[in-house]
């Protein structure tokens, strides 16, 4: 049972192009929603993280943005540079940072 | 400062053998989480630890074991491999149990033949 569904499974965009990854969840519990990044042979890294009472949240060239009536979220990546090429993960939790439920996983490549 | 380090980094077993797993967390963390991350896909949850005490267990059967040490270092014990336990095994750590964020090492690339 997949508790978070993450589309599309690849992404290329060129350079300074707006990649947008959807989420969508069911468990109405969950209450932190993190995206993460992982870099080939590296573990995932905290990218950035919004609670369901926020719509939108950005950090530096990264935008989450929340729905909770569709349980629905989705990152975008303001102009996009080739070093955010990478597999990116949404994510749920209930209760904080722990016990963390990916969804299956964005490639994103970012042409020159 | 060292981020979490996880030890083998690579590691070829045979079904039906044992393997143990080893992670050191970050100076100063307590809690420590196992995922398991199948080519392809996001991580699963395996276990939580905080102050040497099972927090959390994910739907893995028991052949997958754990435990926390008073240094808070943590081991991941994997008894009757099967074909389908080839992942990379991930832990990652955290100051406290429930309100910071984890931070991950780069696993252990557990293959099995």
Known sequence: ????????????????GIPIINCAYENTAFDYFPWYQQFPGKGP?????????????????????FNKSAKQFSLHIMDSQPGDSA????????????????GIGTKLQVIP | DAGVTQSPTHLIKTRGQQVTLRCSPISGHKSVSWYQQVLG??????FQYYEKEERGRGNFPDRFSARQFPNYSSELNVNALLLGDSALYLCASSTTGFNQPQHFGDGTRLSIL
């Open chain 1, 1 to 16: 049972q997949q508790q978070v569904k993450q589309s599309p499974q690849s992404l290329i965009v060129q350079k300074g």
């Open chain 1, 87 to 102: 597999t990116y993960f949404c994510a749920a939790s209930i209760g904080g940072y722990q016990k963390v439920t990916f």
């Open chain 2, 41 to 46: 896909q996001g991580p699963q949850f395996i």
């Open chain 1, 45 to 65: 890294a905290l990218l950035i993280a919004i609670r369901p009472d926020v719509s939108e949240k950005k950090e530096g060239r990264f935008t989450i943005s």
